[in-house]
DNA sequence: AGGTTACTTAACCAAAGAGTTAAAATGAGA
DNA sequence: TCTCATTTTAACTCTTTGGTTAAGTAACCT
């Protein structure tokens, strides 16, 4: 009964397990290899297949081919759309509006240091 | 034998749901009731309820009292940490450095038009 | 071909998740 | 106090998820 999962919840669901976002930092220093991905994880070989079948659904990472070894590698474009769907809740953390108009009104009182009290 | 989840998980898993990200897009609008939240979803008053309580354990939400009434609101902190997660990554994705960085290289760009072959 | 390395798939299990309906709690008001 | 309005809890179902082990596939090596 549950609807077909879209992308930005399949990336969420993807990014909610902390395997997971281990193995992507992992991959933040390069593209490696699925034994070497798995070798700090107290898991089985299969269950760390797993995951990177989810990563990759997600579209959160990617895999080649090279000789037996299947590299993967971060795709940035799901992250990126993390960050883009933050956009619309940024006013609540960030006191004034966005970093290019922060740096505006930086910029600003920077150019009229007359004007300080 | 699941792992006891971690803040960060707690927050993608509550994340990736599409009721309760559409319920934080209406409280982005503003502090609400339960029974309007509820409104758009076809679905039952439980049910919100628990989506709720997942959002407010993420830390994504937070409630008060005003009558009988059960007003929810927007808590920015469990966001902001998504945000700054995001950090280790935006390289992947951001050609250049930061939007501050960029915004000083247009900066540059606009102060030397001269310099346009 | 036969063996080895590197993964993946299949079959299974226990636990968590998302929904339901029915019943309980909580607060306001007649 | 009785009742209404709002929300939560309880009990149940069904599906998904994260792990297991055992078997299968794929590419290389001799």
Redesign the interface.
């Known amino acids: 009964m549950r ?1 077909d999962t ?1 992308e ?3 990336t ?2 993807a ?4 395997t997971r ?1 281990a193995i ?2 992992r991959l ?1 220093m390069g593209e490696t290899s699925v034994s070497e991905l798995a070798e700090p994880f107290d898991m089985s070989l299969p269950a760390v297949s797993k995951h990177l079948k989810v990563l990759e659904r997600a579209g959160l990472i990617a895999r080649s081919r090279k000789a037996q070894s299947r590299p993967c590698r ?1 795709e ?2 799901a ?2 759309e ?2 883009e ?2 956009n ?3 006013g ?2 960030e006191q004034s509006l ?3 108009d922060t ?1 505006l009104k930086e910029l600003q009182a920077a150019e009229k240091p007359r004007d300080e009290a």
Chains 1, 2 share one sequence.
């Open positions: 609807m879209d930005l919840s399949a969420f669901a990014l909610s397990d902390p976002r992507l930092a933040a971060i940035p474009n992250l990126k993390i960050d769907w933050l619309l809740y940024r609540f953390w966005d970093c290019l740096y």
